[in-house]
């Protein structure tokens, strides 16, 4: 209990640095590349007077140090801020011709946006990770347990394959097979779970050969470990070896995987994935909000991801020094 509860502390600690660390960047990076999104938000006929007299209301001419201050202010109360471009009602209150036209007051909150797109978010992922992991652990574990025979070069010719596929170009080879053509699934937008289905498999595809060498390389090296021979010589038989202890040691870098670099590819490919397929989840949500220069969005979102991303590394190291009490993070 001490373990966990110093392990926790720890790693929460050093987690809100690297959060805060990023925050200060990405909002650093928005108020300093071209463009003002004052102009998005009233229009490109709006005069200057009223433009700056918005751009003051909203704080977008404080010094950036005063501005992330304010910011951080507000989301430790849980305010994430209001959309520059998005009202209440769910449509866009930019591109008006005037400042009388554009209420700031009916902006919607950024936290009921992200709210109501990240449920779909999290189904497609879940829908990805089911994929993923159904098809690539039993072919990880045979690939491992026949190393350098032809199960293993199987797996390695086709994830070398797979891992070489743009997720782009997948994902058009997919509607025009399975929607356009045959009509098995359906393409694009959201009505039901089935629209899930064809970008969860774009995804899956891009993180099959990641989890298969991974599992692959970890359980050959495993079976070349002294305690397996020690186990045989002791009476356990060779499925004993394996089930009760090769794939437990083996889950360890499986473990590191789906963490860093299977939730990382996740998040990354969310919004190239939901774009092309118009799924209305996080990812379109943030694409549309770099589009419109929607600051508070994208500032949320980023926190949000890589709030996320901190988090299940927490969650993985600890399940990986539970299972070796070796291991120190």
Known sequence: MLFAIDF???????????????????????????????RLMLGPMVSQSVAEQTAKELGLRDPIIVQFGRYMTQIVRGDFGRSFVRSAQGGSTGGSRGGSTFDASNRAPVIDLIGATLPYSLLLAGLAFLISLSIAVPLGIWAGLNAGRAPDRFALYLSSVLVSLPNVWLGLVFIYLLSARTGWLPAIGYENWTYAILPALVLAVELIPIIVRSLSVSVSSNLLEPYVYVGQIRGLTRRRMISAHVLRNSGIPLLNVLGIQAVGLILGSLFVVEYLFNYPGIGLLMINAVFQRDFPIIQAIAIFACAGLVGVNILVDFASTTIDRRLQY
């Open 8 to 38: 926790f502390v720890r790693r929460l600690a050093q987690g809100v640095i690297i959060v805060a660390g990023i925050a200060l960047l990405i909002f650093t990076l928005l108020r300093v590349v071209p463009g003002d999104p004052v």
